[in-house]
């Protein structure tokens, strides 16, 4: 069998991705028997000069990582679109936006505001500000434009497969590769390396019936490890969250935040979450509801907290 | 050129929707601003509902249901109540005005009642100008099942 192209490549990420890919251990060699590795930033030694060298269509296959945060990352995108046969977003931050989606929240002047100037460990008494242009006696320095918004990776370049996961399980991976080394991969735009039941369906806590009278939180209160943590009233995300992860955060005694996404057929994951997290708060009166729902401080980020870009409304009006 | 607000009103079809009805044939006079969409129980409304509307273009979203304690499905508006509660906590965290979302409770026989909080959201939300919503730009996919 022919070795197949394979590519992956980082934008705004935190590089976890891509030691989910290492921790697959010693099957990496079987990859590298299966696959040439064309373009790999964080292991192998190759610009993007080489990638802009090569013919449309080079690469039979892309796991693109990180979203798209800044102007490198856009180039990176659309270039490698062209260059790849198959693009895979790979990742919560390439399918829904993840945890640099967060940023949404703000804009460029108010993260610029506070990494350069407010924040207590900043010393900057010139108030210097990253310029894309800057120019020095040697000639003139670029850097990439830093965007407002956060974005997904399908909102830019078209996407054939997604891989969700924050960061996607070793085991998934090597399911994922070995579908693509053997060619037998799903239809265009499906989620691959991820079940199509929730969390719950595959969660080993036993479920009864859900009344909320209170929430509480990981952090300051500690589950009882046999009944469902969400009855227990910790907020767990395993209702609308797709599984396939095989229940790691559950079995290592937290709640499900949420990193592979919404289930087949939902479009939101938060407004998801509103909708099963409300209906079983035990509460019919306004003001107990209020005193409840009070004890959710922060609803955007507990419910969204991987897919701010890529859920219907995209970022905070400011 | 005035702005117009554009409001997607969800409505129950046992309460609200026969309430607003009853508008319409006492020739009731109010403002034409909420396009109306039809559910059993207003606690079909998923707010994905609502924030689909909101990115779609709609200046604001009242969702109206039966009294607490009349639903027909006994207590589906309960859970609507607790719902949208937390969704507007939600939506304000997306920066969205509180006024431009509304859950009211409106009974078959008042149609005067409909009338003024349709009035009265229309005013709120002129008030407020047209949603600044990007989203529309957007050319997201949504993605399909795997098979």
Known sequence: MAKINLASYWAAACGGCDVAILDIHEKILDLAAAANIVFWPIAVDFKYEDVEAMVDGHIDVTLFHGAVRNSENEHLAKLLRRKSKVLVAFGSCAHMGGIPGLANLFNRRQIFQRVYHSSPSTANPEGIEPQTRTAVPEGELTIPEFYDTVRPLDDLVEVDYYVPGCPPTPNQIWNV??????????????VVGASDKTQCDECHLKKNEKKITGFKRIATAQPEQET????????CLGPVTRGGCDTRCQLSGVACRGCYGPPPGVVDQGAKAISAIASVIEAKDEAEIERIIAQIPDPLRSFN???????????KIL | MTFEPKIVGILCNWCSYTGADLAGTARIKYAPNVRMMRVMCSGRVDPTFVMK??????????????????????????KTMRRMALLKKMLAEYGIEPGRFRLEWVSASEGDRWAKVVNQITEDVRKLGPAKFETKKSKRRIPVPAA
Do not use: M, T
């Not at chain 2, 779609?56 to 304690?69: Q, R, S, T």
């Open chain 2, 53 to 78: 509307a909101f990115a779609e273009g709609a200046d604001g979203v009242l969702v109206a249901g039966c009294h607490p304690g009349d639903c027909h499905y006994i207590d589906g508006n309960y």
């Open chain 1, 177 to 190: 590769v070995q579908a693509i080394v053997s060619g037998q991969l799903p239809p265009k735009g499906s």
């Open chain 1, 228 to 235: 469902c943590y969400l009855e227990q009233g910790f907020l």
């Open chain 1, 305 to 315: 907290r991987f897919g701010i870009p890529g859920s219907l409304l995209v970022r």
